[in-house]
T-cell receptor
């Protein structure tokens, strides 16, 4: 069974640029959630995708957007990057019918904004 | 007030020690509760779910008090390999199952 994978591993961007991060969910998992983890903090929920639609959203501005594809993989897009967007971005997947269960995390993409 | 609060530590303990972590949550509608472990620069991994009756997995014991909105994790006979950040995590009961994380408690076990 293949776990959650994310790409790229690391990324350096400058303020104002746009970035796209990618996630492949664990086999059989149809729900993908994205989290932002700043240094020294716990992960914060950005949004969740289910059946190719945004299914819930945390307290993040509209410049954070996403997509989910028919194969359940997902993208996180961030426009107009700010210095505070520097963080570890984690993707997590969960299987069908398990809204209250644990989620399985990928290794993350470490984004640095200069 | 933060939705999930933990003492950030750090906790520095010798091998063999018993250490306890505490966590409180503010949303009384929360449905499920977890402890995740996160090693340095790695992703969080589920350590254990937490049930109202309390549950144990080897050296780890988790307790939940819904009335007090309080969660705990006890680690007995600490090993060097237990050194990590321990994250208290709450599923907020929304239909989509958002996870809310505490700040994390750093544990270092030394020889």
């Amino acid at each position: 069974e293949t776990g959650v994978t994310q790409s790229p591993t690391h990324l350096i961007k400058t303020r104002g640029q746009q970035v796209t991060l990618r996630c492949s969910s664990q086999s059989g998992h149809n729900t993908v959630s994205w989290y932002q983890q700043a240094l020294g903090q716990g992960p914060q929920f950005i949004f969740q995708y289910y059946r190719e639609e945004e299914n819930g959203r945390g307290n993040f501005p509209p410049r954070f957007s996403g997509l989910q594809f028919p194969n359940y993989s997902s993208e996180l897009n961030v426009n107009a990057l700010e210095l505070d967007d520097s963080a570890l971005y984690l993707c997590a997947s969960s299987p069908p019918g398990t809204s209250y269960s644990e989620q399985f995390f990928g290794p993350g993409t470490r984004l640095t904004v200069l | 007030r933060k939705e999930v609060e933990q003492d950030p530590g750090p906790f520095n303990v010798p091998e063999g020690a018993t250490v306890a972590f505490n966590c409180t949550y503010s949303n009384s509608a929360s449905q499920s509760f977890f402890w995740y472990r996160q090693d340095c620069r790695k992703e969080p991994k589920l350590l254990m779910s937490v049930y109202s009756s309390g549950n144990e997995d080897g050296r780890f014991t988790a307790q939940l008090n819904r009335a007090s909105q309080y969660i705990s994790l006890l680690i007995r006979d600490s090993k060097l390999s237990d050194s990590a950040t321990y994250l208290c995590v709450v599923n907020d009961g929304t239909s989509y199952g958002k996870l809310t994380f505490g700040q994390g408690t750093i544990l270092t076990v030394h020889p």
